[in-house]
C-alpha cells in the first residue's frame, strides 16, 4: 500500500476547524468489533454520498446511496450501514486489526480507534499534499473480562442500550449541520471525497487506532491508509 | 440588492421537497417497523426516481395513507405530521409504543439554498431518521412480532397528541433543517413504560390470519384514521389495489451543478423522461386499468393481504387487521392513477452550486470533549511524535492535551508561574519558561519545523492575527474569528483562543535532543555492571529457560 506520507507544512494558511468527538463503550472482547462498527458505519452513512458524475457545463448527478440493517451476533443491537461491500470490507479490516491489537500481548484491554475525515490540498513540488482534517471521531475502547454467563447476557443488553445511546449522540452532532467541505468540482473532487469505491462515495477518510499497554504508555500503531490515494514525496 | 425573498421556482422546489420528505419519512418509519431486515442497493448511476439520493422504497399502501392523511397540505406550524406506532396484543389489548413528529416552526433561514443545502440536508436527515428508527425500544418489539402481538401504525396531520404514551415519555430528536419558509423538525417521542408487556404470560399462539375485526372502544379521538398493520402476507392479486403512486412519476433528478469558485452559478434545467421510473416494490401483480406492474424485491419480503376478505360496511370506522391496509370506509375501491390526467409532471431539478456549501464555520472548541483524563499524556507525546510515520498528526490528540492541562494547571497559578515543563503537552521541555504573549516568542512564530508533520499545525498558523482572510487561493477554508466557546478564562489574562494559537507549533521533542538522551545514556552506562552481576548470578535459570524453548 502507498505511503500514507502526505502532510507538509505549509507556511500561511487560513485557519482549519477540525471538530472533534470522543465516544466511549465498554466491551467485552468478542462485542468490539460490532460495537466498533457499528459506530463507524453509522458515522459513514452520514458521510457518504452517492457517487458523482460530472457532465459538461460543470454539472453533476449524484448517484443512490443503498442502506441495509446488520444484526449483530453478540449484542443485542442493530444498525444500519451503506450497502457498499468495499467500504464494510474495508471498515472490517480496520477494525478486525484493532480488535487483533487490543488482544495482543502487554494490553489491559484498553484503546482507542480513530476515524479521521480530511481534505487534501496540493501543494507545489517539491512538497506533498497536505491532509487537512475536518472532523474526527475517536472511539475508546474498554475491555472488560466476565466471569459468568448470567453476567454475559446482562452485558449483551446493557451494551446494546449504550450503542443506542452512541447512535443518538452520533446523530446529534451530525444535525448541528456544521463545516462541510466545499463541493467540488471534477478536478478536486478526489481532494474531497474517496472516490475508489464502485457504488458509494465517502468522504476522503483515514482509520488509525492506537493501544494502551499495561504499563499505560501507548503503543501507536498507524494504520495505512485503506484507500489508495496518496502521493509520496 | 438580492431579493430576499423565495423565487417563485425556489418556492415550487421546496414544496416539493418537503412533500416528498415527509412521505419518504412515512415509508422509512414504517419500514422500520414491518419486523424485517430492510435492505436496498446502492446504484452509481442516478435512476432518476430515487428522492434524495437514497434508495428507500415505496410501499404503496403507505404513501396512499400519507397523501390521505395530508390531503394536499404540507407540514406547517400547528400541523404536525405524526405517524403513531403501536402494539397491539393477540388478546386484543393495545398500546402506543411512539408517534414520530414531523413538525414546522417558524424559525426562518432566509438565506439557505433551497435546490442545494435544503436538500442535501434533507437527505441527510433521512439517513438519521434510518438510524434513529433502529434505536428506540420498539424496533426490538417490531422484531419480535407476528405471534403474541402485531405493530400497527397510523398517520395523522395536525396536532401532535402524545397522551396515550403514558407516563415519563422520552424524546429523542433525529434533526432539524431550516428553510427559507421555516424550520422542518423530525423527532419521536417513545414510550418507556412498558409494564404491562413485562406482567403479562404470552402464549404461543400461531400467528394471526385472516380478519379481526376491532372496535377501539375507548379510543379517544373517534375522528382519527384507521390503523395498519406493519406487515403484510402474501395474497392473491385480487387484493388491496393501489395506483403506482401517481407522484412517484414525478421524479427527482439529481443534477447539480459545480461552478468555479470565483462564481456562484445556479441552474436550474429540465429533464425529459422517455422510460417511467420504477415503482411499485412488492411482489404482487397490482393491476392498475388494465395496465399490470410486476416488479421484483430485491430484500424485504413485504407482501400483501387480500383486502377481499369480507371487510365491514361503511359504519365500522375503525381499525381492521391484517386487513392489506384497507380503506376502512371505502373498501375495495379501486383508484386510478394519475388524478393529474396521467401526464408525468417534468420535474425540476435541484441546482447546486458550490458556494452554497459555505455556511458557518465551527470553531474547534465545538464539540470537543473535555475528557477528564486520558489514559496518559505520553501516549499523546508519542501520537504527535510519530511524524515519521507519516501519519497526520492528530490534532484531536493535542486538542485534549492542552485542555487536560487547561483543567489543573490553570486554576491556582498565576500566569507566570505556569511553566512548559509542568505541562503536559508535547516538547514541552524545550518551550519558553514563561509563557510570554509577544510576537518574538518562537511559539507564535516557529522557526521552520520539517520534521513535524502535523497538517493541523501548518493550516492552523496564520501569518497575521485571527480573522483576517486570506486570499481566493484558499477558497477551500475560511478564516473565522477564533472565538472558541466557553474561553473566557479570567485567570489567566490570554483567552484559549490565542493560548492554543501559542502553543500549536511546539518545538522537537526534548528526548530527540542529544543532551537529555546522552544524560540518560551515561546514567544507563552507569548501571549496567550491576545488571550484569545479577544477570551472572542465576546463569543457571536463564539456561534452564532457553532449553524450554528449543
Same mark, same amino acid.
Given at each position: 500500500?502507498?505511503?500514507?506520507?502526505?502532510?507538509?507544512?505549509?507556511?500561511?494558511?487560513?485557519?482549519?476547524?477540525?471538530?472533534?468527538?470522543?465516544?466511549?463503550?465498554?466491551?467485552?472482547?468478542?462485542?468490539?468489533?460490532?460495537?466498533?462498527?457499528?459506530?463507524?458505519?453509522?458515522?459513514?452513512?452520514?458521510?457518504?454520498?452517492?457517487?458523482?458524475?460530472?457532465?459538461?457545463?460543470?454539472?453533476?448527478?449524484?448517484?443512490?446511496?443503498?442502506?441495509?440493517?446488520?444484526?449483530?451476533?453478540?449484542?443485542?443491537?442493530?444498525?444500519?450501514?451503506?450497502?457498499?461491500?468495499?467500504?464494510?470490507?474495508?471498515?472490517?479490516?480496520?477494525?478486525?486489526?484493532?480488535?487483533?491489537?487490543?488482544?495482543?500481548?502487554?494490553?489491559?484491554?484498553?484503546?482507542?480507534?480513530?476515524?479521521?475525515?480530511?481534505?487534501?490540498?496540493?501543494?507545489?513540488?517539491p512538497f506533498s499534499d497536505e491532509c487537512i482534517p475536518w472532523e474526527l471521531w475517536t472511539i475508546k475502547v474498554n475491555v472488560v473480562n466476565l466471569a459468568n454467563e448470567q453476567e454475559r447476557q446482562i452485558c449483551r443488553e446493557k451494551v446494546g442500550e449504550k450503542l443506542c445511546e452512541k447512535i443518538i449522540n452520533i446523530v446529534e452532532v451530525m444535525n448541528r449541520h456544521e463545516y462541510l467541505p466545499k463541493m467540488p468540482t471534477q478536478s478536486e473532487v478526489d481532494n474531497v471525497f474517496d472516490t475508489s469505491l464502485k457504488d458509494v462515495q465517502p468522504y476522503l477518510y483515514k482509520i488509525s487506532y492506537q493501544i494502551t499497554d499495561s504499563l499505560g504508555t501507548s503503543v501507536t500503531t498507524t494504520m495505512r491508509r485503506l484507500i489508495k490515494d496518496t502521493l509520496a514525496l | 440588492a438580492m431579493d430576499t425573498d423565495l423565487s417563485s421556482q425556489d418556492r415550487k422546489d421546496l414544496d416539493k421537497f418537503i412533500k416528498f420528505f415527509a412521505l419518504k419519512t412515512v415509508q422509512v418509519i414504517v419500514q422500520a417497523r414491518l419486523g424485517e431486515k430492510i435492505c436496498t442497493r446502492s446504484s452509481s448511476s442516478p435512476t432518476g426516481s430515487d428522492w434524495f439520493n437514497l434508495a428507500i422504497k415505496d410501499i404503496p399502501e403507505v404513501t396512499h395513507e400519507a397523501k390521505k392523511a395530508l390531503a394536499g397540505q404540507l407540514p406547517a406550524v400547528g400541523r404536525s405530521m405524526c405517524v403513531e406506532i403501536s402494539l397491539k396484543t393477540s388478546e386484543g389489548? #393495545?398500546?402506543?409504543?411512539?408517534?414520530?413528529?414531523?413538525?414546522?416552526?417558524?424559525?426562518?433561514?432566509?438565506?439557505?439554498?433551497?435546490?442545494?443545502?435544503?436538500?442535501?440536508?434533507?437527505?441527510?436527515?433521512?439517513? @438519521?431518521?434510518?438510524?434513529?428508527?433502529?434505536?428506540?425500544?420498539?424496533?426490538?418489539?417490531?422484531?419480535?412480532?407476528?405471534?403474541?402481538?402485531?405493530?400497527?401504525?397510523?398517520?395523522?396531520?395536525?396536532?401532535?397528541?402524545?397522551?396515550?404514551?403514558?407516563?415519563?415519555?422520552?424524546?429523542?430528536?433525529?434533526?432539524?433543517?431550516?428553510?427559507?419558509?421555516?424550520?422542518?423538525?423530525?423527532?419521536?417521542?417513545?414510550?418507556?413504560?412498558?409494564?404491562?408487556?413485562?406482567?403479562?404470560?404470552?402464549?404461543?399462539?400461531?400467528?394471526?390470519?385472516?380478519?379481526?375485526?376491532?372496535?377501539?372502544?375507548?379510543?379517544?379521538?373517534?375522528?382519527? #384514521?384507521?390503523?395498519?398493520?406493519?406487515? !403484510?402476507?402474501?395474497?392473491?392479486?385480487?387484493?388491496?389495489? !393501489? &395506483?403506482?403512486?401517481?407522484?412517484?412519476?414525478?421524479?427527482?433528478?439529481?443534477?447539480? #451543478?459545480?461552478?468555479?469558485?470565483?462564481?456562484?452559478?445556479?441552474?436550474?434545467?429540465?429533464?425529459?423522461?422517455?422510460?417511467?421510473?420504477?415503482?411499485?416494490?412488492?411482489?404482487?401483480?397490482?393491476? +392498475?386499468?388494465?395496465?399490470?406492474?410486476?416488479?421484483?424485491?430485491?430484500?424485504?419480503?413485504?407482501?400483501?393481504?387480500?383486502?377481499?376478505?369480507?371487510?365491514?360496511?361503511?359504519?365500522?370506522?375503525?381499525?381492521?387487521?391484517?386487513?392489506?391496509?384497507?380503506?376502512?370506509?371505502?373498501?375495495?375501491?379501486?383508484?386510478?392513477?394519475?388524478?393529474?390526467?396521467?401526464?408525468? &409532471?417534468?420535474?425540476?431539478?435541484?441546482?447546486?452550486?458550490?458556494?452554497?456549501?459555505?455556511?458557518?464555520?465551527?470553531?474547534?472548541?465545538?464539540?470537543?470533549?473535555?475528557?477528564?483524563?486520558?489514559?496518559?499524556?505520553?501516549?499523546?507525546?508519542?501520537?504527535? @511524535?510519530?511524524?515519521?510515520?507519516?501519519?497526520?498528526?492528530? &490534532?484531536?490528540?493535542?486538542?485534549?492535551?492542552?485542555?487536560?492541562?487547561?483543567?489543573?494547571?490553570?486554576?491556582?497559578?498565576?500566569?507566570?508561574?505556569?511553566?512548559?515543563?509542568?505541562?503536559?503537552?508535547?516538547?514541552?521541555?524545550?518551550?519558553?519558561?514563561?509563557?510570554?504573549?509577544?510576537?518574538?516568542?518562537?511559539?507564535?512564530?516557529?522557526?521552520?519545523?520539517?520534521?513535524?508533520? @502535523?497538517?493541523?499545525?501548518?493550516?492552523?498558523?496564520?501569518?497575521? #492575527?485571527?480573522?483576517?482572510?486570506?486570499?481566493?487561493?484558499?477558497?477551500?477554508? +475560511?478564516?473565522?474569528?477564533?472565538?472558541?466557546?466557553?474561553?473566557?478564562?479570567?485567570?489567566?489574562?490570554?483567552?484559549?483562543?490565542?493560548? !492554543?494559537?501559542?502553543?500549536?507549533?511546539?518545538?522537537?521533542?526534548? @528526548?530527540?535532543?542529544?543532551?537529555?538522551?546522552?544524560?540518560?545514556?551515561?546514567?544507563?552506562?552507569?548501571?549496567?555492571?550491576?545488571?550484569?552481576?545479577?544477570?551472572?548470578?542465576?546463569?543457571?535459570?536463564?539456561?534452564?529457560?532457553?532449553?524450554?524453548?528449543?
Amino acid at each position: 500500500p502507498p505511503s500514507t506520507r502526505c502532510c507538509a507544512p505549509s507556511s500561511a494558511g487560513p485557519a482549519m476547524n477540525c471538530r472533534a468527538e470522543v465516544l466511549e463503550v465498554s466491551v467485552e472482547g468478542r462485542q468490539v468489533e460490532e460495537a466498533v462498527l457499528a459506530v463507524l458505519h453509522t458515522i459513514l452513512l452520514h458521510r457518504s454520498t452517492g457517487k458523482f458524475h460530472y457532465k459538461k457545463e460543470g454539472t453533476y448527478s449524484i448517484g443512490t446511496v443503498g442502506t441495509q440493517d446488520v444484526d449483530c451476533d453478540f449484542i443485542d443491537f442493530a444498525y444500519v450501514r451503506v450497502s457498499s461491500e468495499e467500504l464494510d470490507r474495508a471498515l472490517r479490516k480496520a477494525v478486525g486489526e484493532f480488535k487483533d491489537a487490543l488482544r495482543g500481548s502487554g494490553s489491559d484491554g484498553m484503546g482507542q480507534i480513530s476515524l479521521e475525515f480530511y481534505q487534501k490540498k496540493k501543494s507545489r513540488w517539491p512538497f506533498s499534499d497536505e491532509c487537512i482534517p475536518w472532523e474526527l471521531w475517536t472511539i475508546k475502547v474498554n475491555v472488560v473480562n466476565l466471569a459468568n454467563e448470567q453476567e454475559r447476557q446482562i452485558c449483551r443488553e446493557k451494551v446494546g442500550e449504550k450503542l443506542c445511546e452512541k447512535i443518538i449522540n452520533i446523530v446529534e452532532v451530525m444535525n448541528r449541520h456544521e463545516y462541510l467541505p466545499k463541493m467540488p468540482t471534477q478536478s478536486e473532487v478526489d481532494n474531497v471525497f474517496d472516490t475508489s469505491l464502485k457504488d458509494v462515495q465517502p468522504y476522503l477518510y483515514k482509520i488509525s487506532y492506537q493501544i494502551t499497554d499495561s504499563l499505560g504508555t501507548s503503543v501507536t500503531t498507524t494504520m495505512r491508509r485503506l484507500i489508495k490515494d496518496t502521493l509520496a514525496l | 440588492a438580492m431579493d430576499t425573498d423565495l423565487s417563485s421556482q425556489d418556492r415550487k422546489d421546496l414544496d416539493k421537497f418537503i412533500k416528498f420528505f415527509a412521505l419518504k419519512t412515512v415509508q422509512v418509519i414504517v419500514q422500520a417497523r414491518l419486523g424485517e431486515k430492510i435492505c436496498t442497493r446502492s446504484s452509481s448511476s442516478p435512476t432518476g426516481s430515487d428522492w434524495f439520493n437514497l434508495a428507500i422504497k415505496d410501499i404503496p399502501e403507505v404513501t396512499h395513507e400519507a397523501k390521505k392523511a395530508l390531503a394536499g397540505q404540507l407540514p406547517a406550524v400547528g400541523r404536525s405530521m405524526c405517524v403513531e406506532i403501536s402494539l397491539k396484543t393477540s388478546e386484543g389489548d #393495545s398500546m402506543e409504543l411512539e408517534i414520530w413528529c414531523l413538525e414546522m416552526n417558524e424559525k426562518c433561514d432566509k438565506e439557505i439554498k433551497v435546490s442545494y443545502t435544503v436538500y442535501n440536508r434533507l437527505s441527510l436527515l433521512l439517513k @438519521s431518521l434510518l438510524a434513529i428508527t433502529r434505536v428506540t425500544p420498539a424496533y426490538r418489539l417490531s422484531r419480535k412480532q407476528g405471534h403474541e402481538y402485531v405493530i400497527l401504525y397510523r398517520i395523522y396531520f395536525g396536532e401532535v397528541q402524545l397522551s396515550g404514551l403514558g407516563e415519563g415519555f422520552q424524546t429523542v430528536r433525529v434533526g432539524t433543517v431550516g428553510t427559507p419558509v421555516g424550520t422542518i423538525t423530525l423527532s419521536c417521542a417513545y414510550r418507556i413504560n412498558l409494564a404491562f408487556m413485562s406482567t403479562r404470560q404470552f402464549e404461543r399462539t400461531p400467528p394471526i390470519m385472516g380478519i379481526i375485526i376491532d372496535h377501539f372502544v375507548d379510543r379517544p379521538y373517534p375522528s382519527s #384514521s384507521p390503523m395498519h398493520p406493519c406487515n !403484510y402476507r402474501a395474497g392473491e392479486d385480487n387484493g388491496a389495489v !393501489y &395506483p403506482s403512486v401517481e407522484d412517484s412519476q414525478e421524479v427527482c433528478t439529481t443534477s447539480f #451543478s459545480t461552478s468555479p469558485p470565483s462564481q456562484c452559478v445556479f441552474t436550474v434545467t429540465k429533464a425529459h423522461f422517455q422510460t417511467p421510473p420504477p415503482v411499485v416494490t412488492d411482489t404482487l401483480k397490482v393491476p +392498475v386499468m388494465g395496465l399490470a406492474f410486476s416488479h421484483q424485491l430485491s430484500s424485504s419480503r413485504l407482501s400483501y393481504q387480500p383486502a377481499a376478505l369480507g371487510v365491514g360496511s361503511a359504519d365500522m370506522g375503525y381499525p381492521v387487521l391484517f386487513a392489506g391496509g384497507l380503506n376502512a370506509a371505502h373498501p375495495h375501491q379501486l383508484i386510478g392513477p394519475g388524478k393529474e390526467g396521467g401526464v408525468p &409532471p417534468v420535474p425540476s431539478q435541484p441546482a447546486h452550486g458550490t458556494q452554497a456549501d459555505q455556511e458557518r464555520m465551527c470553531t474547534p472548541l465545538d464539540g470537543v470533549h473535555y475528557s477528564a483524563a486520558t489514559p496518559s499524556s505520553s501516549e499523546d507525546t508519542e501520537t504527535v @511524535s510519530n511524524s515519521s510515520e507519516g501519519k497526520c498528526g492528530s &490534532p484531536h490528540d493535542l486538542l485534549e492535551t492542552i485542555f487536560n492541562r487547561k483543567v489543573g494547571a490553570f486554576v491556582n497559578k498565576p500566569i507566570n508561574q505556569v511553566t512548559m515543563a509542568n505541562l503536559d503537552i508535547p516538547f514541552a521541555m524545550f518551550a519558553p519558561k514563561n509563557v510570554e504573549l509577544e510576537d518574538n516568542d518562537p511559539m507564535v512564530n516557529p522557526p521552520e519545523s520539517p520534521e513535524t508533520e @502535523s497538517p493541523l499545525q501548518g493550516s492552523l498558523h496564520s501569518e497575521g #492575527s485571527s480573522g483576517s482572510s486570506t486570499g481566493n487561493t484558499h477558497d477551500d477554508f +475560511v478564516m473565522i474569528d477564533f472565538k472558541p466557546a466557553f474561553s473566557k478564562d479570567d485567570i489567566l489574562p490570554m483567552d484559549l483562543g490565542t493560548f !492554543y494559537r501559542e502553543f500549536q507549533n511546539p518545538p522537537q521533542l526534548s @528526548s530527540l535532543s542529544i543532551d537529555i538522551g546522552a544524560q540518560s545514556m551515561a546514567e544507563d552506562l552507569d548501571s549496567l555492571p550491576e545488571k550484569l552481576a545479577v544477570h551472572e548470578k542465576n546463569v543457571k535459570e536463564f539456561d534452564a529457560f532457553v532449553e524450554t524453548l528449543q
